[in-house]
């Protein structure tokens, strides 16, 4: 396992580490940092590009660590202890390893439309942990893909990747600057005979969820944290739901929301097959 040894914060150290809170720095050496052991176990196993492999120097490592680092052909580096929390952005100690992957493209075409297609698309949200609360579910309920539209936090953010706990590397997500590239795309999906419908969340919506079929096509819209969807796409919603609730509160966090009629989308598929 011989490779490169980092115990100072060298300039190897600074690009990696401008990745914890540099979203164009993310982009343009596209690229993010990664910890845990399913997190990192799935993006080998999913075929994602690890381009370095980042580990504690001072400590013997794990049986899975260590298989880790002989199965992949890639940079392996042993780092200070110190120098590895601060990437880990942990004050109980090191992880054991991080791992530096490639970024996937932001291509719709990953996501793939069929007859019995679950999508899901966030609108503008400003909270990386809703990012990857949403991915985790997507990826729980049998989701094909999630789209993030807008300006918005980042998906490759650390705190969006820590709370998918892998399922980022098991679903396509996509990040697309606004609705027009997202219709334009549904557009040729549905002129090639694919009728997706765009089903937005509101807790003013048309129809409850449990009372609306959602074993169609559908591409599920959720708006943003504070203010929900944009008028953009409440103007290309085919339909509006909403979620049935007896309580005081008149809505739901992002990220419950759509946990909330993923479910119910899966419930009535089952229910269908």
């Known amino acids: 396992m011989a ?3 980092i115990t100072t914060r060298n300039a190897r150290f600074q690009q990696w580490h401008a990745l914890l ?3 164009n720095k993310r982009k343009r050496q596209g690229e993010f940092l990664v910890q845990g052991v399913r997190p990192i176990t799935m993006a080998v196993e999913h075929g994602w590009t690890v381009r370095a492999l980042l580990y504690d120097a001072s400590r013997p490592l794990s049986r899975w660590a260590e298989e880790l680092l002989r199965g992949i052909s890639t940079d392996r580096v042993a780092m200070a202890p110190e120098l ?3 990437l880990g952005e942990r004050n109980d100690g090191p992880p054991e390893v991080l791992a530096v992957v490639e970024t996937r493209p932001d291509d719709l075409s990953r996501i793939r439309v069929h007859d019995s297609f ?3 698309l966030f609108d503008r949200p400003t909270q990386p942990g809703n990012i990857g609360s949403i991915i985790r579910s997507a990826d ?12 918005a936090a ?7 990747v820590r709370a998918t706990t892998g399922s980022l590397f098991a679903l396509p997500v996509v990040r697309s600057p606004s609705h027009q590239e997202v219709a334009e795309w549904l557009s040729k999906e549905r002129a090639a005979g694919r009728p997706v419908a765009v089903v937005g969340t509101d807790e003013h919506g048309d129809a409850d969820t449990d009372a609306f079929d959602l074993t169609q096509p559908v591409l599920l819209l959720i708006g943003n944290e504070t203010s929900g969807l944009s008028t953009s796409w409440r103007e290309l ?3 509006v739901v ?3 609730m007896s309580g005081s509160a008149s809505s739901l966090n992002a990220s419950n929301a759509a946990t909330v009629v993923l479910y119910e989308a899966a419930r009535q598929r089952r229910r269908a097959a």
Not at 140 to 151: E, K, M, P, S, W
Not at 154 to 160: E, H, L, S, W
Request: proline share 5%; glycine share 14%; with cysteine.
């Open 237 to 239: 919603c085919d339909h």
């Open 3 to 5: 490779g490169q040894r």
């Open 84 to 86: 590895l929390a601060e």
């Open 140 to 151: 729980a309920f049998g989701a094909d893909g999630l789209i993030v539209t807008g300006h």
């Open 242 to 244: 909403s979620i049935p």
């Open 118 to 120: 679950l999508g899901v």
């Open 154 to 160: 980042d998906v490759y953010d650390p705190k969006a």
């Open 21 to 23: 809170a540099n979203r």
